[in-house]
């Protein structure tokens, strides 16, 4: 089999993409698939309908593989997306839509269909700091900047969803609103910029896909309720008069009551907090002193907080407060204590996950619907079912042979027929939403 290059057709500066007018893919070389280790590219649910985008996803294959490739050669870091969002910009424009690039400069938010009835599908589209070592051809142009997270293919899916319905609009049942969002990887995450833009205004449902590399493409893995976890970062600074450390009854021995926090907090917290909820605090940094034989006058502690569960993460914060100050108080350090709210856990609502259950089976067929577990990682989409019932789902991107890519990692490689499955996902949760 062949499989399709992008490189010829596209130029390696991203910036340009807005200014050249030949985006199409029609210049790119078809190229033997010798050394390249990517699966068939195919479309695994061809055929299953509408017609309408069995006939898109056929005429335009060259065109969503080749998109992703090219937005994967140049990942850009969080709230740096400016050439995605111009090749974004200049692919909707093209097809006659009419994106609005976010205030913050990256990003976009565009809408397609009419009537009273709105959902929106989020895809994010920014990189992570990190250096690629696929050796696929089409690996990372920018140093120190990767798809490591695949969402160069949630972009990919999202634009292809969008291009399909903007050729088929008459097909919509209502309206559909398209969020690429920005600085999905940071905190606090792009999700609040979209929503601060308005970009949920009138919406009645939310969804969203995440590659899962443990996941075997042609999958759809579904979970109501938890489905990631909240993180928060937590910061403890602590400040002593120092002195000797052979008169710690002269001063406040700093590196002693440093270590009962390290120990202390997590203990007290795993007594206070429903184990169920699987929260964790786990410190990932600790710095203080520097002679054996001094009490220092500094001391710095920095770590993470995970829960599973929504009411546990609101009342987190105020908890940890307490039994800082309760813990440290007999030692007469002073603290400064941060805690840093970051995602709230993604909480998908029963009845958003059976429609998207049952736009996945139309879309797939019964053997594309696969269930999930929550997993402790977080995810910003977690802000927008703060406001708006929705649902998140997991993509998956094994290709059914050889070894399992993590998330994060410099080799993380997916299988690119995913890109199919995505967009027959994206379409069917649009019509299956807005048809109920
Ligand atoms: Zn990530
Ligand atoms: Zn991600």
Known sequence: ???????????????????????????????????????????????????WLDGWLRENARELV???????????????????????EKLLLDAGLKPRVLPTGTGLICELGSGPRCMALRADIDALPLTEVTGLPFASQNDGAAHACGHDAHTTVLLGAALA??????????????????????????????????????????FGLHCD???????????????????DLLELSLSSPGGH????????????????AITGLPLMLSRRVDPRTGTVLVWGSVHAGEAPNAVPQQGMLRGTMRTGNRDTWAALKPLTEELVAQLLGPTGVQH?????????????????TELLRSAVADALGAEGVAETEQSSGGEDFGWYLEHIPGSFARLGVWSGQGAKYDLHQPTFELDERALFVGVRTMVHAALTTLSA
Do not use: C
């Open 245 to 260: 450390t052979s008169r710690p009854h002269l001063t406040a021995d700093l590196v002693n009551a440093l270590g009962m």
């Open 336 to 352: 400064d204590f941060q805690y840093h709210r970051g995602t709230p856990p993604v909480v998908n609502d029963r009845e958003s």
């Open 165 to 206: 319905m903007a050729a088929n609009e008459d097909a919509l049942p209502g309206r559909v609103r398209l969020i690429f969002q920005p600085a999905e990887e940071v905190m606090p995450g792009g999700a609040l910029d979209v929503i601060a833009a308005g970009g949920l205004d009138g919406v009645e449902r939310i």
């Open 66 to 88: 080749s998109w992703r490739r090219h937005i994967h050669a140049h990942p850009e870091l969080s709230r740096q997306e400016f050439g995605t969002t111009a090749f974004l």
């Open 213 to 231: 590399p443990r996941l075997r493409v042609g999958q759809v893995g579904m979970k109501v309720g938890a489905i990631t976890s909240a993180t």
């Open 1 to 51: 089999m062949t499989v399709l290059d992008s490189r010829p057709g596209f130029p390696a500066d991203p910036m340009k993409s807005t200014t050249i007018d030949d985006l199409s893919a029609t210049d790119d070389a078809l190229i033997d698939d010798k050394g390249v280790s990517m699966s068939t590219v195919e479309d695994l649910g061809a055929g299953r309908g509408p017609a």
